[in-house]
């Protein structure tokens, strides 16, 4: 039964209109611009996904996402990305849908715990959730390739001008703009999540209450 709901029509079509958000949001983010960052909203449908259709919907959002990202350098488009893959091509095809699929999938499981005392709670701790795993997972795979950062973005390749450039220029203030984005907007997707979660709820047929077992031994007469 579990199965079947995970598929039902009215799942595939949330996941639809969700993956669609997703592309659009991230291939049209740059015309949302604050001086020189970007504002990224392509976290929140992720975590919506992986709030009402569960942990691997948000992982298959989230993978549609990294894979985005990875033909913008493909495309030449993220001039960052398509330098890593040119001299890393292997790892940096991991960093961009490892943390994509980590950044859908880990928020659901999340949600899922905490949902139990309070979905209001549970939702803000998923929202929170995405922008550090997809964040923190980038960091990790760029330490692993640091010896391609260093060659470009660095003067001396210290240990310390790496760590500078990950955390402040590249992370810093993109990381905090989606923290924000995600908590400021999470009151909305837990109030998405109630309003979904009770229209399954009135429309689920109710189980018939059991039949009372009727009586099937014949009345005794009563005896003289």
């Known amino acids: 039964m579990e199965r079947k709901r995970n598929f039902s029509a009215k799942n595939i079509a949330y996941f639809s209109v969700l993956l669609a958000l997703v592309v659009v949001l991230q291939t049209c983010?740059?015309?949302?611009?604050?001086?020189?960052?970007?504002?990224?909203?392509?976290?929140?449908?992720?975590?919506?996904?992986?709030i009402l259709l569960g942990p691997w919907a948000g992982g298959a959002l989230g993978l549609a996402f990294g894979f985005i990202v990875l033909m913008y350098g493909?495309?030449?488009?993220?001039?960052?990305?398509?330098?890593?893959?040119?001299?890393?091509?292997?790892?940096?095809?991991?960093?961009?849908?490892?943390?994509g699929v980590a950044a859908g999938i880990v928020p659901g499981f999340v949600y899922r715990v905490i949902a139990r005392k309070n979905t209001f709670v549970a939702a803000v701790a998923a929202s929170f959730t995405a922008p550090v795993v997809n964040t923190g997972l980038f960091i990790v795979g760029c330490l692993i390739i640091s010896?391609?950062?260093?060659?470009?973005?660095?003067?001396?390749?210290?240990?310390?001008?790496?760590?500078?450039?990950?955390?402040?220029?590249?992370?810093?203030?993109?990381?905090?703009?989606?923290?924000?984005?995600?908590?400021?907007?999470?009151?909305?997707?837990?109030?998405?999540?109630?309003?979904?979660?009770?229209?399954?709820?009135?429309?689920?047929?109710k189980e018939p209450l059991p039949e009372t077992k009727k009586q099937t031994e014949p009345a005794t007469e009563d005896r003289l």
Do not use: W
């Open 147 to 205: 010896g391609t950062i260093a060659t470009q973005f660095t003067a001396t390749g210290s240990a310390s001008e790496i760590l500078y450039f990950l955390f402040i220029v590249c992370a810093g203030t993109n990381f905090l703009i989606e923290l924000g984005l995600n908590l400021v907007l999470a009151p909305a997707v837990h109030r998405v999540v109630l309003v979904v979660e009770g229209n399954r709820a009135a429309r689920t047929p």
């Open 74 to 99: 493909v495309a030449g488009t993220d001039g960052f990305t398509a330098y890593l893959l040119a001299d890393a091509p292997v790892m940096t095809v991991l960093i961009c849908l490892v943390k």
């Open 29 to 50: 983010g740059g015309f949302f611009v604050i001086g020189t960052t970007s504002l990224s909203f392509v976290l929140v449908p992720i975590v919506l996904g992986a």
